[in-house]
């Protein structure tokens, strides 16, 4: 395993950011006169983009109706988004020790454009990335690898050492479609479970360990496995 560089996802990889997402949520649903939902009921509907997760949400298909409720959700965020967002504990001396070792690295989230880059410019000033990515018009949404192989190619390196971090099912798909190193942030919105079944090749607990990836030994590194099955092995 010679891993050279990461994409990062970001909600619920490097940003805990399910409060303000679900108070976004939650104020759109009441819009159309719908119950609230609990902030943890989100943890399984974030992850393809605002409409998808809506949709989920409100159990609504009328298009109209959709629309109006983003547009709620729109000003809501652009407002709160940063209310209760932060990075998760160690992910700022993660980003370091990589930075430190010159490790290229890159964004790449479903979350649109302008509030990944409003996220990113609150959150991950200090550290360099060659590029931070939502999603855009005209973009292919992640599990389609365009994108990613796109940001290999921008970090100067093949799929194939680069590492894809994050939390969700369409994470890990994202990296099998683009042929990267699929790494499971079991910190984030989904379970150790969800994210082995959906092809993680190894599981981090803590971001600190993803440093150990561009180390000479690589302790704490928990492939194929599950935080359950790590501790039943002892």
């Not at 990889?13 to 609990?38: F, H």
């Not at 989920?56 to 298009?63: L, N, Q, V, W, Y």
């Not at 993660?94 to 649109?112: E, F, I, W, Y």
């Not at 991950?124 to 990613?148: C, S």
Request: proline content about 6%; overall charge negative; charged content about 25%.
């Amino acid at each position: 395993m010679d891993l050279r560089g990461i994409i990062w996802d970001l909600d619920g990889t490097l940003a805990d950011t399910l409060e303000d997402i679900a108070g976004a949520a939650n104020t759109a649903l009441q819009s159309a006169g719908l119950p609230p939902r609990a902030v943890e009921a989100f943890r399984g509907l974030v992850g393809s983009g605002v409409h998808a997760l809506l949709e989920r949400a409100s159990g609504a298909s009328d298009p109209a109706l959709l629309e109006r409720m983003i547009r709620v959700f729109r000003d809501h965020y652009e407002r709160h988004g940063l209310d209760h967002t932060r990075l998760y504990p160690g992910v700022a001396e993660a980003l370091t020790g990589l930075s430190d070792r010159a490790v290229p690295m890159s964004v790449l989230s479903n979350k649109p454009h302008e509030y990944t880059l409003m996220v990113a410019g609150e959150l991950l000033g200090p550290w360099g990335f060659v590029q931070i990515l939502g999603l855009q018009e005209g973009m292919p949404r992640k599990p389609d690898p365009t994108v990613a192989m796109d940001l290999a190619r921008r970090m100067s390196l093949l799929p194939g050492v680069v590492a894809f971090i994050g939390d969700s099912e369409i994470d890990m798909e994202t990296a099998r479609n683009a042929g990267m190193y699929p790494i499971g942030a079991a910190w984030g919105f989904r379970t150790d479970d969800d994210l082995l079944r959906a092809g993680a090749e190894a599981l981090v607990f803590h971001p600190e360990q993803v440093v150990q990836l561009f180390a000479a030994e690589r302790p704490g590194l928990a492939r194929r496995r599950s935080r359950s099955q790590a501790h039943e092995d002892g």
